[in-house]
C-alpha cells in the first residue's frame, strides 16, 4: 500500500513510476479485463482533453506506456523478466504514445468490462469457453467503431441481467480479435450468434425479440407432476434429491408464479442439477393434499419413494421472481463445510486419506457472507465425486502465504498424494466444473522452489510447463498438458512452475517467455517448440525418447557417414540451436524421419554445430540449417548434394530425397509412350513437370502406388519438360495430372488422352485402380501415419499456355 501511494504521488507531481502493476492500481496476475478497467478509470482522470497542467500530457503518456506495455503479452513478458530494460526494442525514444480522444476512453473503450454479467471473449478463450461447451452461449461480436454496436450496449446489458444464469452472455471486440471474428464467419458488426449451433440472429434488436430468439432455443427441464407420475417421477436416482414446486391451475392467473409460460423454463435451466422444478395443477387435489402443496410455492429437501417428504418449507411469503427464487433457493442449499487448520496441514502433508479429491475454496470471508460463494453452491451438485470445502485465509494467512495464494476466492484440487493444481479461469460455476473435471482425470504435479530441484536431479522423465497464468497462450496450453499426462500413463511425469510466482526459480532456469516446455531426460533438457496440442506434445516425447533421427557426435559421423556402404542414403541437417530458421525446421526434419522409417537404407540425421564445430568446420558448413545428402552408388562422403529447395517442410524434402530413391516407377520417352498406347495391360501414368511443387510432393505417393499393384498395373510417369510433345498429345493442361489406360482392345491404339484419375493421393489412385480393375489379393498397405494424409492437389494450379520447355506457368 505505502509503494502504490508512492506511485499515485510521484504519478501527479512528475509522470513517473517504475512499477507499471502498481502504477495502474492492479496485481501482477491480472488478466485483460482487470488491465483495460484499471487503465480505463485512469484515462478518464488524466487525459489532456479534461485536465490542465503543464504535465498532464506526460503524465498520460506513463500510464498509456503501462497499458500498452502490460494488454500485449510479448511486451508483458519482457516486463516481467528484464524490467523497462527489457522494452528499448518495443518503447524506444521515439515512442511518442498511442492514444485517442477523451470521447473514444469515455464511449468506445471496453464497452463491456464493467458489465460482470457479460463475459468478455477474446481469441484465446473462446474455444474452450465456447465452443468446447454443450451449454447455451448467446455472443455479441461488436466493433467500437460502430454506431449501431453502442446503440445495443444497452439493450444487451438488459439481455444479460434478464438472463443471468439462464444461459451464458458474451461479447467479442472484432477490432482487437479479427482473426477469431473471421474465423467465425463474422463480416459485419454486430452479429449475433448463439451457440453451440452457431446460429446467427436475424431478427429485430429490441429485448423481446431477443428474449423470444433465446428461449425458443432453450431446453425446458422443468416437469409437470400428476398424482400418475408423482411416486415414479420423484423416485429416479438421476434426479437432484431437493424439489421446488409450484401448485398452480391457471398460469396466468396473478396468484401463480408464471405470468407466461417460459418462466418455469428460464427457473428450471437456473437450477438444472440441483433442484428439480416442477409444477402441479391445484385440480389434483390428491397430490396437492399429500404434498401439502397449498402454497403458490414449496421447497422440499427430499421425497421417500412412498412420497413422503423432508424438510418442507413454504415459499409463498417470497417474491415470486425469477432471480429472487433461484437465489432463496440457493441460500437453502447445504453450506459447503468450512476446512479446519489440523485437516489442511493433513492434505499439504499428502497424508490425506479421504476417499475423494478436495476442492479447496480459499476466502477471507465467511462463505455465507458472499453472493458469488452463494451461486458456488451448485459446484456440490455439479460435482458429486469431489469433497467441497472453503478455507478462511483471514483466520490462517500463514498457511495461505505458503501456498502461495494471491488473491480470493482461489480454488485447488488436492487429489491426494503428491497431485494439485490451481485454477486459473475467471470465477464462475462452468469455468470451475470444467477445470475440476479435466484435473481429475489428468496427472499433473504443481511444482514451487521446495520440489523443483527433485525433477532436475531426478532419474524420472519430466515435462515441465514454465507459465504464467495471465499470458494467454499458457492458458491455452494447460487443457492440452492435462490431457497429455493422462494419456502417458506415468511413464512421463507432468509438471507446471508459475512463473509470476516463483520469479526467481524461473530466472534461475534460463526461462525467457512463457510458456516454455522442457522435458528432463535423465536430467537432460529437452525444450520444446511445437504446436500447443496433446497429440503434438505425445509426439514430441515419442521422438526424444525414441529418436528417427540419429543425433551425430564427430565420432558417430565418422562411424556411420564416413563408412557409408554403396546401398546406403544419408540425409543430414547441420543446425545450430540458437537458429531461428533450423527451430523451423526442427519439427519438420523429425516428421521426414518418420516418413521415412519404413526405407531401412535410408538415414536421417543431424550435427549440432554450436556442439561440434570442428566437424562442421571440417565439412565447409557456412550457414544454418544446411542439409546435405549423401546419395547411393558411392561410400563416403566425397559425394554429396546440397537442397537448395525454398521449402524446408517435410513433404518437400521427402520430393527431393525421393529423386535419389530406387523407382518402380518407369521413366516414359516419346518412343516408350507409344508403347504405352499399344499395350494390352493396363498402365497408370504420371504427367509432371520437375519445377512444379506439387509434382515434387505427389511423387512419393505415386511410388507408394507402384510398390502396392506390381504385377498388375504397369507405372510409369512423363517429365513434360523433357517431351512436351507426349504431354501435347497426352491433353495434359496442368501438373501434376494421372491418366489411366486401361490397355489395348483389339487392333486400334488407345485414346492418347486415357482417363483422368482425379483425386492426387496414394489411396485415391489406388481406390480408382482397385475399383476398375478389381486387383487380385489386393490389400492397402498403410505407410507412416506422418505421410498418410492424401495430399490433395488442385489440378488447375499449375496451368499449360504454351507447350515448350520455356512457356510453362
Excluded at 402441479?280 to 427430499?302: G, Q
Excluded at 525454398?646 to 524434402?653: E, F, G
Aim: hydrophobic share 35%; with cysteine.
Amino acid at each position: 500500500m505505502l509503494f502504490r501511494n508512492l506511485c499515485v504521488f510521484l504519478l501527479y507531481s512528475i509522470g513517473s513510476c517504475t512499477d507499471y502493476y502498481e502504477l495502474l492500481g492492479i496485481s501482477k496476475d491480472a488478466d485483460d479485463r482487470e488491465i483495460r478497467k484499471a487503465f480505463k478509470k485512469l484515462a478518464l482522470k488524466l487525459h489532456p482533453d479534461k485536465t490542465q497542467g503543464k504535465d498532464t500530457h506526460d503524465q498520460f503518456i506513463t500510464i498509456n506506456k503501462a497499458y500498452e506495455v502490460l494488454k500485449d503479452e510479448s511486451t508483458r513478458k519482457k516486463y516481467d523478466l528484464y524490467g523497462e530494460e527489457g522494452l528499448k526494442d518495443d518503447f524506444g525514444s521515439s515512442w511518442k504514445g498511442n492514444y485517442r480522444s477523451w470521447n473514444y476512453y469515455s464511449e468506445s473503450f471496453g464497452i463491456y468490462d464493467d458489465d460482470p454479467e457479460i463475459v468478455t471473449l477474446n481469441r484465446h478463450n473462446f474455444a474452450q469457453s465456447v465452443l468446447e461447451s454443450s451449454e447455451l452461449w448467446f455472443v455479441n461480436f461488436f466493433s467500437p467503431q460502430c454506431s449501431h454496436c453502442h446503440h445495443l450496449a444497452s439493450t444487451w446489458r438488459e439481455l444479460s441481467l434478464k438472463l443471468l444464469d439462464v444461459i451464458h452472455i458474451g461479447a467479442v471486440n472484432c477490432e482487437e480479435d479479427w482473426i477469431l471474428c473471421r474465423q467465425q464467419n463474422v463480416h459485419s458488426y454486430p452479429s449475433l450468434i448463439l451457440y453451440p449451433r452457431g446460429e446467427k440472429y436475424q431478427g429485430l434488436r429490441d429485448i423481446d425479440s431477443m428474449m423470444d430468439f433465446v428461449l425458443e432455443n432453450l431446453p425446458d427441464y422443468s416437469i409437470k407432476l400428476t398424482s400418475d407420475n408423482f411416486i415414479s417421477t420423484v423416485s429416479r436416482n438421476h434426479f437432484p434429491d431437493s424439489w421446488l414446486i409450484f401448485c398452480c391451475d391457471n398460469p396466468e392467473s396473478s396468484d401463480c408464479f408464471s405470468n407466461s409460460a417460459n418462466d418455469l423454463k428460464m427457473l428450471s435451466a437456473i437450477l438444472k442439477n440441483l433442484v428439480n422444478v416442477a409444477n402441479v395443477p391445484c385440480s389434483d387435489t390428491k397430490l396437492c393434499e399429500k404434498i401439502h402443496c397449498s402454497s403458490r410455492a414449496a421447497f422440499y429437501s427430499h421425497f421417500h419413494s412412498d412420497g413422503s417428504c423432508d424438510g418442507f418449507q413454504d415459499l409463498s411469503a417470497i417474491d415470486l421472481e425469477i432471480q429472487s427464487i433461484a437465489k432463496t433457493v440457493l441460500k437453502m442449499l447445504p453450506d459447503p463445510e468450512e476446512l479446519s487448520e489440523e485437516k489442511l496441514k493433513t492434505v499439504l502433508d499428502f497424508k490425506n486419506k479421504e476417499s475423494k479429491p478436495m476442492l479447496v475454496q480459499f476466502t477471507k470471508a465467511h462463505i455465507k457472507s458472499s453472493v458469488v460463494d452463494i451461486e458456488l453452491k451448485r459446484l456440490k451438485a455439479l460435482l458429486p465425486e469431489v469433497w467441497l470445502v472453503y478455507f478462511d485465509c483471514a483466520k490462517y494467512q500463514i498457511i495461505c502465504s505458503s501456498l502461495f495464494i494471491k488473491k480470493y476466492p482461489t480454488f485447488i484440487l488436492f487429489k491426494g498424494e503428491s497431485l494439485y493444481e490451481f485454477f486459473y479461469g475467471r470465477i464462475s460455476v462452468h469455468d470451475v466444473v470444467q477445470f475440476t473435471k479435466a484435473v481429475l482425470l489428468s496427472q499433473v504435479h504443481t511444482l514451487t522452489p521446495a520440489n523443483f530441484p527433485g525433477v532436475t536431479q531426478s532419474q524420472d522423465i519430466w515435462f515441465i510447463d514454465f507459465f504464467a497464468p495471465w499470458c494467454p497462450p499458457c492458458m491455452e496450453l494447460l487443457p492440452h498438458w492435462r490431457k497429455a499426462s493422462q494419456s502417458i500413463h506415468h511413464s512421463v511425469k507432468f509438471g507446471t512452475v508459475d512463473c509470476s510466482t516463483h520469479v526467481n526459480l524461473c530466472r534461475m532456469y534460463n526461462i525467457n517467455s512463457y510458456p516454455t516446455t522442457i522435458l528432463y531426460n535423465n536430467s537432460i533438457p529437452h525444450g520444446y517448440s511445437g504446436l500447443h496440442s496433446h497429440s503434438h506434445i505425445l509426439e514430441f516425447i515419442e521422438d526424444i525418447l525414441h529418436p528417427s533421427i540419429v543425433s551425430l557426435s564427430p565420432q558417430l559421423f565418422n562411424d556411420l557417414v564416413r563408412s557409408k556402404r554403396m546401398n546406403e542414403i544419408w540425409v543430414i541437417d547441420f543446425y545450430a540451436p540458437w537458429c531461428g530458421p533450423c527451430q523451423q525446421l526442427a519439427p519438420q526434419w523429425q516428421k521426414l524421419a518418420k516418413m521415412l522409417k519404413s526405407l531401412s537404407f535410408v538415414h536421417i540425421g543431424d550435427v549440432n554445430c554450436q556442439l561440434h564445430s570442428s566437424l562442421c568446420d571440417e565439412m565447409n558448413i557456412n550457414s544454418y540449417p544446411t542439409i546435405l545428402l549423401y546419395p547411393r552408388e558411392s561410400t563416403g562422403i566425397k559425394k554429396f548434394v546440397t537442397f537448395n529447395g525454398r521449402s524446408r517442410d517435410a513433404a518437400s524434402l521427402q520430393g527431393w530425397i525421393h529423386d535419389f530413391l530406387p523407382s518402380k516407377v518407369e521413366s516414359l520417352g516419346s518412343s516408350t509412350y507409344k508403347n504405352v498406347l499399344s499395350d494390352t495391360q493396363p498402365w497408370v501414368i504420371d504427367f509432371f513437370a520437375p519445377w512444379c511443387g506439387h509434382c515434387q510432393m505427389f511423387a512419393p505417393e505415386f511410388e507408394k502406388v507402384a510398390q502396392v499393384v506390381e504385377g498388375q498395373v504397369k507405372v510409369g510417369k512423363v517429365n513434360c519438360d523433357h517431351f512436351p510433345d507426349v504431354c501435347k498429345m497426352a491433353g495434359v493442361q496442368a501438373y501434376p495430372t494421372i491418366l489411366f489406360y486401361e490397355g489395348r482392345k483389339g487392333h486400334a491404339t488407345q485414346n492418347p488422352m486415357g482417363e483422368e484419375i482425379e483425386i492426387l493421393s496414394y489411396k485415391g489412385v489406388f481406390s480408382f485402380l482397385n475399383t476398375r480393375l478389381e486387383l487380385k489379393n489386393n490389400k492397402i498397405i498403410y505407410f507412416d501415419t506422418a505421410s498418410e494424409d492424401p495430399v490433395k492437389i488442385t489440378r488447375s494450379f499449375y496451368s499449360v499456355i504454351s507447350y515448350g520447355t520455356n512457356f510453362f506457368k
